[in-house]
């Protein structure tokens, strides 16, 4: 893992827009930038994200972290739900989208 160094400031900035939009900063700096890569690295990193939750989520599975393990195997799903529709050129804009219309 890489990390980046910036001001207290902007993460704190960072940190309060992420939870308002119900996401942690990683999802939101990566929903920041997505939208400027081209299809094809767009459906890589959405397949490389679903990975990296899916390992997450057995591991703490395997812990009895249900909760926790939950949350990621939902993230999983959504990067997999994000890779399809992609691929199918469906409009998404956030996970919530992934629940159905009421």
């Given at each position: 893992m890489?990390?980046?160094?910036?001001?207290?400031?902007?993460?704190?900035?960072?940190?309060?827009?992420?939870?308002?939009r119900?996401?942690?900063?990683?999802?939101l700096?990566?929903?920041?930038?997505i939208?400027?890569?081209?299809?094809?690295?767009?459906?890589?990193?959405?397949?490389?994200?679903?990975?990296?939750?899916?390992?997450e989520?057995?591991?703490?599975?395997?812990?009895?972290?249900?909760?926790?393990?939950?949350?990621k195997y939902?993230?999983?799903?959504?990067s997999?739900?994000?890779?399809?529709?992609?691929m199918?050129?469906?409009?998404y804009?956030?996970?919530?989208?992934f629940?159905?219309?009421?």
């Amino acid at each position: 893992m890489i990390t980046i160094e910036i001001p207290e400031r902007v993460y704190e900035i960072l940190k309060t827009i992420a939870k308002r939009r119900g996401k942690n900063i990683n999802e939101l700096v990566l929903e920041s930038i997505i939208k400027e890569l081209d299809f094809k690295t767009r459906i890589e990193i959405y397949l490389e994200l679903h990975n990296k939750y899916l390992k997450e989520a057995e591991k703490l599975y395997g812990k009895d972290e249900i909760v926790q393990s939950s949350e990621k195997y939902w993230s999983a799903v959504v990067s997999l739900l994000s890779a399809i529709a992609e691929m199918k050129g469906l409009p998404y804009y956030s996970h919530r989208d992934f629940l159905g219309s009421n």
